[in-house]
């Protein structure tokens, strides 16, 4: 289920704001300049579930995003618990970065946490199936896939060049949640 907990960014007890109300979760981003929607799950993807295969299912609506938006190209990410690299893939993302672009997922299936750091305050927004989420670029933020990932993201890009993670040195990221 998804989930948005909002925080001052230096109190990581105190929840100021919760909901898993998509409406209002998707309300709560717009007003920091987040965009956050939901676009149809489908369920019925072939086994294994290849890049082609979630491109062509989803053609639809990443034509009309990438239109309305610009985005120049578009991929997908797929990670499983048995990923040899998951430790390290995980680990790369938990520190607070920002990106020279806008950072854009739509969850196919799965889940990750985006702990986005907007001005004092830290919301913390769980995506899963069927969510979307655009975080902007500068924007400090950290995601975490969980210590057993499973999950499948289309991302979309304007220049895959300008996603490189750029850290920000601090270190608030370890006073908040993890996925488990």
């Given at each position: 289920?998804?989930?948005?907990?909002?925080?001052?960014?230096?109190?990581a007890?105190?929840?100021?704001?919760?909901?898993?109300?998509?409406?209002?979760?998707?309300?709560?981003?717009?007003?920091?300049?987040?965009?956050?929607?939901?676009?149809?799950?489908?369920?019925?993807?072939?086994?294994?579930?290849?890049?082609?295969?979630?491109?062509?299912?989803?053609?639809?609506?990443?034509?009309?995003?990438?239109?309305?938006?610009?985005?120049?190209?578009?991929?997908?990410i797929s990670?499983?618990?048995?990923?040899?690299?998951?430790?390290?893939?995980?680990?790369?993302?938990?520190?607070?970065?920002?990106?020279a672009?806008?950072?854009?997922?739509?969850?196919?299936?799965?889940?990750?946490?985006?702990?986005?750091?907007?001005?004092?305050?830290?919301?913390?927004?769980?995506?899963?199936?069927?969510?979307?989420?655009?975080?902007?670029?500068?924007?400090?933020?950290?995601?975490?896939?969980?210590?057993?990932?499973?999950?499948?993201?289309?991302?979309?890009?304007?220049?895959?060049?300008?996603?490189?993670?750029?850290?920000?040195?601090?270190?608030?990221?370890?006073?908040?949640?993890?996925?488990?």
């Open positions: 289920m998804s989930k948005i907990n909002v925080y001052q960014q230096n109190d007890k105190c929840i100021l704001q919760s909901t898993g109300n998509k409406t209002e979760i998707s309300h709560i981003l717009k007003n920091v300049g987040v965009r956050y929607e939901q676009w149809k799950s489908i369920a019925n993807l072939p086994i294994p579930v290849t890049q082609e295969a979630v491109l062509a299912t989803y053609k639809n609506d990443i034509d009309k995003f990438t239109e309305s938006e610009g985005y120049q190209s578009v991929d997908t990670l499983s618990e048995d990923h040899p690299n998951k430790e390290s893939l995980r680990n790369k993302f938990l520190a607070e970065h920002t990106h672009e806008d950072e854009v997922r739509f969850f196919v299936k799965g889940e990750g946490l985006f702990s986005l750091h907007i001005e004092d305050k830290v919301y913390e927004v769980l995506c899963t199936q069927g969510d979307l989420i655009s975080v902007p670029k500068n924007t400090r933020h950290w995601f975490d896939m969980g210590s057993k990932p499973n999950f499948t993201a289309i991302r979309l890009f304007n220049n895959p060049d300008g996603w490189v993670a750029q850290h920000t040195g601090s270190d608030i990221s370890n006073q908040f949640s993890r996925l488990a």
